[in-house]
């Protein structure tokens, strides 16, 4: 491991220690990337295990024309969440979700993965060396994207002999200022049985683009996946799971390999269970996601959405977003123990 950024004469330059922020306007902040000051970079060879790594200034990266990465998608990311509280103090939720989420990945690609523990060091080191960014208390959060991917070259399909790690920060705000219209995908889906769909890879991403791109076209916010096989069940959104609210009934799909594990996902089911709603992960179809009284999304950078509509072949349904809803209580619950409002009782939270 690199020595924590705190010890470093570069970092101590950067960091907030002295109470000062960039020039940044929180309040108007969505998501979009902001440069930070460091990215952290760690490599090493097939058949090897990664060792070291270390902070560098943040900029463009240099990569084989035939890396794995370019040429056959060998790569996955990672998105969680660094948080300012009321002290000072800065949390990380769940980061060691991402780094088993990473390592699933990673087997199913065949790509060496860091370990747990470097994993969390690198997040908890970029964002020292960056700590000027980590927005006030309540106006935001910075966003750690981990990469892992085939560096090398190999011009015949195989795996790449070099892997990089890579984490990169950037303050955000919200994903969606409001609640999303969603509308059903008619002809194309995002996954299929004994693909991909429940690791991260980069490469279940832009195949997303194309139906998304025709929904924002129509006016939409986000698009809306079926299962590939018969068409009838809900999947997921282009970048969050879905849930489905019926009375005291919450229902999400399940997390069989075509549903990406979701941290928030995870988090929300346990949340809702406490509070006492009969949480169910089981195939949902779509006409009982359109006969419900609520629906809402969860995601790293999407957090806890309400759905406002779905549109499936031409037919609108409207559900309740405003008050009392259940998409609100678990929304103030989660928020509440991420920025250190509400007690972490289930040990969520990581100091940085
Ligand atoms: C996240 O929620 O962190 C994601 O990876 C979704 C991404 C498409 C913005």
Redesign the pocket.
């Given at each position: 491991m690199a020595p924590s950024p705190k010890s470093t004469p570069e970092a101590n330059a950067n960091s907030n220690n002295d109470g000062k922020y960039p020039d940044v306007n929180w309040e108007e902040m969505g998501?979009s990337l902001t440069p930070t000051d460091y990215m952290y970079v760690m490599k090493c060879s097939i058949g090897e295990k990664f060792s070291q790594g270390s902070l560098i200034p943040y900029g463009n990266i240099e990569l084989s024309p035939c890396s794995g990465i370019l040429n056959y998608g060998q790569g996955l990311?990672?998105?969680?969440k660094a948080y300012r509280k009321e002290d000072g103090r800065i949390l990380l939720f769940r980061p060691e979700q991402n780094a088993l989420r990473m390592k699933a990945g990673a087997e199913r690609l065949c790509m060496p993965s860091p370990s747990i523990e470097q994993f969390v060091g690198a997040v908890k080191q970029t964002v020292l060396a960056n700590e000027r960014w980590v927005p006030p208390f309540e106006k935001g959060s910075m966003?750690l994207?981990p990469l892992l991917m085939g560096s090398g070259p190999s011009l015949g399909l195989g795996p790449a002999p070099e892997y990089t790690f890579l984490i990169y920060a950037s303050p955000v705000g919200s994903?969606h200022k409001r609640s999303l219209n969603l509308v059903v995908e008619e002809k194309q889906h995002r996954a299929s049985s004994g693909g991909t769909g429940g690791i991260?890879t980069v490469a279940n991403?832009s195949p997303v683009l194309n139906a998304l791109s025709r929904a924002k076209a129509q006016g939409f916010s986000e698009v809306l996946f079926l299962d590939a096989a018969t068409g009838k069940y809900i999947d997921e959104a282009?970048?969050?799971n879905i849930f489905s609210v019926k009375g005291n009934s919450i229902s999400t799909p399940p997390t069989h390999g075509t549903i990406l594990p979701?941290i928030?996902r995870k988090s929300i089911i346990e949340i809702a269970g406490t509070l006492g709603y009969q949480v169910e992960e089981r195939p949902v179809a779509i006409d009982e996601l359109l006969d419900a009284d609520e629906a809402f999304c969860t995601?790293?950078?999407?957090v806890v959405t309400s759905i406002g509509s779905v549109t499936h072949q031409g037919r609108r349904i409207d559900y309740k977003t405003q008050a009392d809803t259940v998409c609100q209580k678990l929304h103030e619950i989660l928020t509440g123990i991420q920025m250190g409002r509400l007690a972490d009782t289930k040990g969520w939270m990581v100091e940085v």
């Open positions: 998501f990311f990672e998105g969680l966003y994207r994903y991260k991403y282009s970048a969050c979701g928030t995601g790293t950078a999407v």
